[in-house]
């Protein structure tokens, strides 16, 4: 969570209650507020009960889909699937009938958007896992369009509340404003494995045009050896917490499956295996304080690796005016195991999620790099050679000599790339051509990302 300074006072500016009070003109921007709720034991209780409702209902479509395909091999639309599910309300307001229209809707978008990424990684040539059933433990959101059974209330300093239909006002920590001009357009209500509360506040703002930064330029180099390198020599890396975190979460998993053996020993085999196709597993009371420790620890990691990445970005934003990168995707990662920051490992992908729109909020450029080359290119005579790069951490030029830090080489060419200068003493003819070129299928890439984000 982002701590800005700005004193905590509940101001609810009046367009902020009435919903589509004020409309954005043109492009707007899409920004998600989240905000700790605290309900009372009878209101958790209650909105379990309209969680358990909007589970049945997911459940219900998706075994509609199932076997109207299965038996009839049609396949029933998110249109139809609405309005059966939103007749049934009519007809069980005890039930169905206490969850919105629009929270209806929203199941079944989120029931086709499952399928729809089911087909599209078919298609891709994966072999994804079909939509499932959501227990219990995996159905924990209700998504409210804003001012349909879902209200936010203005009460006294720090606090406001939350109004859901059927469940009552619910008390929200307001611990930073609304920014000005926005407008709410859609609430999800959320429970998170800990049994924390949360309202994640989906808000459009209008698109500011900040004045164009002008401090100075900078290229970053996801690196090999450090997390993130930059061309002025800095050096940014894992913090010591995270691999205390990770240590502390092996042992715990340690823990957790020892407790398991011995809660369970009719599920495994004389030799330690586990039996397949067991059903039955007990769990002792130690082993479910285990298990709340471990979901308590992976949160806190989870919001350690958040703010670690808001205070880099915010950093970053507000000392450059043009920042470099190179533009990676999943798969080149993926390719490239030697990165420090694993693509798997969600710290890559908000780091880009964060700096993209921090970038765009402050005015700051963001030129996106082709990759190829920049680790091995000397950055002072721009010679490209695979024989540069000895070693993982050092680089050192065979044509002038010039030894480095090998990530902060590779940011230099970066910010050599981003601002297009042409390559220092360039004897390399398919270089300086290929950096050409790739400036112009970087630029197309660049529409390409935005758009399908
Ligand atoms: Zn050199």
Known sequence: MIVDGTPCRARVPRQHTIFGGVFCSGAAMIRTYKYRLYPTRAQARTFDFLLWQGRKIYNGALAMRKE??????????????????????????????????????DLMRRLDKAYKAFFRRVKAGETPGFPRFKGRYHFRSLGYKY????????????????RIANCG????????????????????????????????????????????????????????????????????????????????????????????????????????????GVFIWHKSTRMQETERQLRKLEDRIRQQRWYFWHTVTDWLTSTYGLIAIEDLTLDFMIENKRLAMSAHDAGFATFWQLLEYKCAERG?????????????????????????????ARFRCLSCGHEENADVNAAKNILRLGLKAPVPGARDETQASGSNVSREAQNGDAVATDGSR
Not at 77 to 87: E, G, I, N, P, V
Not at 227 to 238: M, P
Not at 375 to 387: F, I, K, L, N, R
């Open 68 to 105: 109207a395909y299965e038996e009839r091999g049609e396949s029933i639309s998110l249109y139809d699937l609405r309005d059966h599910w939103c007749a049934l309300r009519k007809e069980e307001p005890d039930t169905f009938g206490l969850l919105p229209y629009d929270t209806v809707d």
């Open 147 to 162: 001012g349909s059974g879902c209200k936010l209330i203005e009460t006294s300093d720090g606090w406001a509340k939350l």
């Open 169 to 276: 006002d619910i008390r929200l920590r307001f611990h930073r404003d609304l920014p000005p001009l926005s407008v709410i357009k859609y609430v999800l209500v959320l429970r998170n494995r800990r049994g924390q509360w949360y309202a994640a506040l989906q808000l459009e703002i209008p698109d500011a045009e900040p004045e164009p930064s002008q401090k100075p330029a900078v290229g970053i180099d996801v690196g090999m050896v450090y997390l993130l390198a930059l061309s002025d020599g800095t050096t940014i890396d894992n913090p010591r917490w995270y691999r205390e975190g990770q240590q502390k979460r092996r042992v715990l998993m340690r823990k957790l499956d020892r407790q398991r053996r011995a809660n369970n020993p009719q599920n495994y085999n004389a030799d330690g295996t586990p039996k397949p």
């Open 364 to 392: 700051v450029q963001l030129v996106k790099v082709p990759p190829a080359y920049t680790s091995q290119t000397c950055s002072e005579c721009g010679v490209v050679d695979a024989e540069n790069r000895k070693t993982q």
